[in-house]
C-alpha cells in the first residue's frame, strides 16, 4: 500500500477555503486525501466528527486539522512519515503541547512555562502573527502527554478512538491525546512544522464543563506527566489558582467550589482563601 496521509477536516460550512485546500496542495509534499466531514447542521460533536473521519480515511496516518490555518513547511507530510517510521511507539504527533497534566480541568496551556512546548504562528486579538516558540533546546521532536487540536498527527491504532460520550467540540486534543498514552503510544510534538493559526482559543462556559466532564472521565489516569518530571505542590497550586480565576469568569460557581474545597485542603494557610470565601457566600 502506498503511503499517504489523510487530512480530516470538520467543517462548519461542509467545505475549506480555497487558500487551504492550495495551501495543503502546495506543501505537503507525499500522497494525500482530503476527507471533509460535513458539519454545518451541527449534526456531530467533534468527537464524533473525527472518528467518522477515520473511518472514511484510507491512509494509516491521519492529520487532524483545524480550518483556520496554514502550513508554512515545505514537504511537511514526508516529515510526519518520517518521524513516525523511525518511532513506531509514537502514536500522535502535535506542534504544541505540555510535559504534565493536572488532576485540575485547566488547559494544557495552563501550566508554569518550563512545562511547555511549542512552535507555532498564532494570530493574537489584536490580529497581529507572533512566533511562539517553547521548550524545544537541542532535539526536534520531545515527549508530552498533551497536544493542542490545531494541528495532530495520528497513527491509526486498534481501540484508540475519541470518546463519543463526551460531547461538544472542546478537549478532544486532551481525550485522544490520554488514549494514547493509556494504550503505551508516545505523545510527541516537532518544530520541524510550522503551522500558522488565525483564531485564538478561548475558554468559555461551553469549555469549562467539558473540561470538567473529562476530567471526571480520566479521574484514574490523572495527574500524568512525561517521564522524571513530577507533579508537586506547586504545579497544583499553580492549576488550582488557573481554574478558579476561569470558573469565576464563566459563572461555573458550582465547579469553583469542588475545586477550592481541595485547594483549601492542600494549601490551608493562603491569605487568598479569604477572598474565595467571600465568593461562594456571595458577599464579593
Same mark, same amino acid.
Given at each position: 500500500m502506498r503511503k499517504g496521509i489523510s487530512i480530516v477536516i470538520c467543517s462548519r460550512n461542509g467545505q475549506i477555503?480555497? @487558500?487551504?485546500? *492550495?495551501?495543503?496542495?502546495?506543501?505537503? =509534499?507525499?500522497?494525500?486525501?482530503l476527507v471533509i466531514i460535513n458539519n454545518s447542521g451541527n449534526k456531530y460533536s467533534i468527537f464524533e466528527a473525527y472518528n467518522l473521519g477515520v473511518k472514511k480515511s484510507k491512509?494509516?496516518? +491521519?492529520?487532524? %486539522?483545524?480550518? @483556520?490555518?496554514?502550513?508554512?513547511?515545505?514537504?511537511? =507530510?514526508?516529515?510526519?512519515? *518520517?518521524?513516525?517510521?523511525? *518511532?513506531?511507539?509514537? !502514536?500522535?504527533? =502535535?506542534? /504544541?503541547?505540555?510535559?504534565? $497534566?493536572?488532576?485540575?480541568?485547566?488547559?494544557?496551556? &495552563?501550566? &508554569?512555562?518550563?512545562?511547555?512546548? %511549542?512552535?507555532? %504562528?498564532q494570530h493574537e486579538e489584536d490580529k497581529k502573527a507572533n +512566533?511562539?516558540?517553547?521548550?524545544?533546546?537541542?532535539?526536534?521532536?520531545? @515527549?508530552?502527554?498533551?497536544?493542542? !487540536?490545531?494541528?495532530? /498527527?495520528?497513527?491509526?491504532?486498534?481501540?484508540? /478512538?475519541?470518546? &463519543?460520550?463526551?460531547? !461538544?467540540?472542546?478537549?478532544?486534543?486532551?481525550?485522544?491525546? %490520554?488514549?494514547?498514552?493509556?494504550? !503505551?503510544?508516545? #505523545?510527541? #510534538?516537532?518544530? $520541524? +512544522?510550522? #503551522?500558522?493559526?488565525?483564531?485564538?482559543? /478561548? +475558554?468559555?462556559?461551553?469549555?469549562?464543563?467539558s473540561s470538567y466532564l473529562l476530567h471526571k472521565v480520566y479521574k484514574e489516569f490523572l495527574p500524568t506527566s512525561v517521564s522524571g518530571n513530577i507533579i508537586g505542590r506547586r504545579e497544583k497550586i499553580f492549576a488550582y489558582r488557573r481554574y478558579l480565576v476561569n470558573c469565576r469568569a464563566t459563572g461555573h460557581r458550582k465547579f469553583a467550589l469542588e475545586y477550592w474545597l481541595k485547594f483549601l485542603f492542600l494549601s490551608p494557610f493562603r491569605k487568598e482563601h479569604l477572598k474565595w470565601f467571600r465568593y461562594f457566600l456571595k458577599l464579593d
Open positions: 477555503t480555497r @487558500d487551504l485546500n *492550495n495551501n495543503v496542495l502546495n506543501t505537503i =509534499g507525499c500522497d494525500f486525501e491512509y494509516e496516518f +491521519i492529520v487532524f %486539522l483545524h480550518d @483556520d490555518i496554514l502550513i508554512h513547511t515545505s514537504n511537511w =507530510g514526508k516529515i510526519l512519515l *518520517n518521524i513516525f517510521d523511525q *518511532n513506531r511507539e509514537v !502514536g500522535l504527533i =502535535g506542534v /504544541a503541547g505540555s510535559r504534565i $497534566k493536572t488532576s485540575i480541568p485547566t488547559a494544557w496551556w &495552563e501550566h &508554569e512555562e518550563s512545562y511547555l512546548l %511549542l512552535n507555532i %504562528l +512566533i511562539s516558540r517553547k521548550g524545544f533546546k537541542t532535539a526536534n521532536v520531545e @515527549d508530552v502527554v498533551i497536544i493542542d !487540536g490545531v494541528f495532530m /498527527a495520528f497513527r491509526k491504532i486498534k481501540d484508540i /478512538a475519541f470518546n &463519543e460520550d463526551l460531547k !461538544g467540540f472542546h478537549n478532544y486534543d486532551v481525550n485522544i491525546s %490520554l488514549e494514547t498514552l493509556k494504550k !503505551g503510544y508516545r #505523545v510527541i #510534538v516537532t518544530n $520541524k +512544522i510550522l #503551522v500558522e493559526h488565525f483564531s485564538t482559543g /478561548a +475558554i468559555d462556559k461551553d469549555w469549562i464543563r
